[in-house]
């Protein structure tokens, strides 16, 4: 009987005392390490990718919150100052907001008495500055995701070349633990570059969001700011 139920068991399946079938289960750890050496750096290679798109996020994200915080009493403040001729109080107050917006106010500030055109063309220059600012390595992530993927689907190639390999070396007996390698690089690859490309593509979009509603923003307070200078005194 024991010997029936022997033959009727897969094998590398485990089998219990009672003589039951035990389904065996597979970790992450030892699903990476059964793909083999290429399938492990490829799976390293995207990890540090996984770990620098997430840097970026979290790092960009920050900043654009920290850049998004304006006083909403700033730019009455700021229309006071003008108004009653105070430039340098108006300036002081600028650099010690310290954000972008106040920073293109300053620049607009800093060019009182010259034609309108000129204070427009100063601010916009200086707002070009801010939103490279507010962008940097943003457009890293848009890479990761688009590369991920490739990278990912990269090591599907080679693992179903090593399955390809494997089986013609096999003397035409195939038998699945000869093409698991092979395969198991093929799939981790594949799934992990899908992931890494996910999260970067998520978390690049998602930037581009608050980018955007930071630099409306500083559009929206400009504009207040020339509105200003162009009112009749």
């Known amino acids: 009987m024991l010997n029936t139920i022997l033959q009727n068991v897969p094998d590398g399946a485990e089998v219990s005392t009672e003589g039951e079938p035990v389904e065996k289960t ?53 229309k006071d100052h ?5 430039i340098e109080s108006a300036q002081a107050l600028c650099t010690q907001v310290n954000s972008p917006v106040s920073r293109l106010i300053g620049k607009g500030i800093s060019r009182i008495g010259k034609p309108l055109a000129d204070i427009n063309t100063a601010i916009e ?27 990912g689907f990269l090591g599907t190639v080679v693992g179903m070349i090593l399955a390809i390999f494997e089986l013609a070396n096999a003397g035409g007996s195939i038998q699945m633990d000869v093409l698991a ?19 970067a593509y998520i978390t690049y979009n998602h930037l581009v969001v608050k980018t955007d509603k930071v630099v409306y923003q500083m559009e929206a307070n400009s504009l207040e700011f020339l509105d200003h200078l162009n009112e009749p005194s």
């Open 181 to 199: 390698s092979g395969l198991y690089t093929a799939m981790t690859t594949t799934v992990a570059g899908l992931i890494v490309g996910i999260v």
């Open 125 to 151: 220059n200086a707002g070009r500055l801010e939103i490279y600012g507010l962008e940097k390595n943003v457009s890293v992530l848009a890479t990761i995701s688009g590369a991920a993927p490739m990278i």
């Open 26 to 78: 597979l970790s992450i750890i030892e699903l990476i390490s059964s793909g083999g050496f290429a399938g492990q750096i490829i799976i390293a290679i995207l990890f540090l990718l996984l770990v620098a798109a997430i840097y970026i996020y979290f790092e960009r994200l920050f900043a654009i919150k920290a850049a998004s915080q304006v006083d909403a009493n700033f730019m009455n403040q700021i």
């Open 82 to 86: 003008v108004s009653n001729g105070k």
